[in-house]
């Protein structure tokens, strides 16, 4: 009995056993089952369908005189229930990402925002993976020589937040070169990103061989080089983490403490995160699934932002397996939605 065979009613009693399990956490009796099910059940078949469903992995019963509890198995059926529903988030939701809109200036402060307010209304841990700068359509961009090897790259995006970034370089730059470079990136490319740009400058050097060889090619040097830099950097923004302290019945302690010297290690959670980020609208990931042994009792919520096709980075909850995924899911991916508006640059 896979789940994409299961009868109308299998579905009706899985789906009632998880909703009870997650709000109370402990083994769901037929005989509540027939008393709570929306269609006339005798306990007697409610026994006989939960049994099907523990036989093909859906449940399990952790001890015999007890009711059962859903396994992973049962946990992603149903959560995939919930993604294939229209998400219609609430209104409360709508409400609280409206003020991400007033964050003026650094994007920084707004990632933080984001994490705060996914962590206050899951009640579970928020997270926001940053974009890369390289990959936002800029404004205005320039560079500042700070020392011999050291530039500083400040960028003012397409919707007004300005980044900054330090790039080592093994390359000398004169203020003078760097004032040149930046020139003829604003002149030549406003609204593209860097990405763009090198991709550009590759394609394209030899029409510039005679006039600008040198300072093309530093520009080209600049540009790999922070690049190269970029893909090693792990920058995660999160919050909530005594929320999970409080959690802790739900979790193996042992688990619990590697999931917070994760934590401490922001670099190496955020590429962990970062390899989880899909083109899904919103994407679960539940204990096993995961493949960490770290965190092998939580589950993952998360979505992409950014704008038009391209994904800038990923936001989300961390939280134990007994969320409320009824309320997280709508949550997560209208946080998401809200985010990429704001970071959008419109005509």
């Known amino acids: 009995m896979q789940a994409r065979v299961l009868k109308e009613k299998d579905t009706q009693i899985l789906n009632l056993i998880v909703e009870n ?12 089952i027939s008393h709570r099910s929306p269609v006339s059940i005798s306990p007697a078949t409610a026994r006989n369908i939960m049994k099907k469903l523990e036989e093909h992995g859906f449940l399990s019963q952790p001890h015999t005189s007890a009711g059962r509890v859903p396994t992973d198995k049962g946990l992603r059926f149903y959560a995939n229930s919930l993604l294939e529903e229209t998400i219609i988030p609430e ?32 009640d579970n841990l928020g997270f926001v993976l940053p974009p890369r700068i390289s990959r936002i359509n800029f404004h205005h961009v320039r560079f500042i020589s700070i020392s011999e090897d050291k530039v500083m790259i400040i960028l003012l995006s397409s919707s007004n937040f300005v980044l900054t970034e330090i790039v080592q370089t093994n390359t000398y730059f004169t203020q003078e070169e760097l004032d040149k470079a930046a020139h003829y990136i604003n002149q030549s490319f406003k609204g593209k990103n860097f990405l763009f740009v090198r991709n ?12 600008y060889e040198a300072v093309i090619n530093k520009l ?54 970062s390899d989880f980020i899909s083109l899904d609208r919103v994407k679960v990931l539940i204990g096993s699934e995961l493949n960490v042994p770290d965190i092998s009792d939580c589950s993952l919520v998360l979505s992409h932002y950014g704008y038009h096709s391209q994904v800038l980075g990923s936001l989300g909850i961390i939280g134990p397996k007994r969320i409320q995924y009824k309320k997280i899911i709508p949550l997560v991916d209208s946080v998401a939605k809200q985010l990429s508006q704001t970071i959008s640059y419109i005509q």
């Open 220 to 273: 080209i040097s600049l540009l790999k080089t922070y690049m190269s830099q970029e893909e090693l950097r792990g920058q995660i923004f999160l919050q909530g983490a005594p929320k999970l302290l409080e959690k802790h019945e739900l979790f193996d302690m042992d688990k619990l403490k590697a999931l917070f010297q994760n934590f401490e290690e922001k670099s190496k959670l955020a590429k962990l995160l």
């Open 21 to 32: 399990y997650l709000k109370i956490g402990k083994p769901v009796s037929s005989a509540v």
């Open 200 to 211: 550009y400058l590759l394609q394209e050097l030899p029409r510039y061989k005679i006039r």
């Open 91 to 122: 209104k409360h939701i709508d409400f609280i990402t409206e003020g991400f809109s007033n964050v003026k200036g650094d994007i920084n402060t707004l990632l933080n925002q984001v994490s705060k307010t996914l962590a206050e209304y899951s």
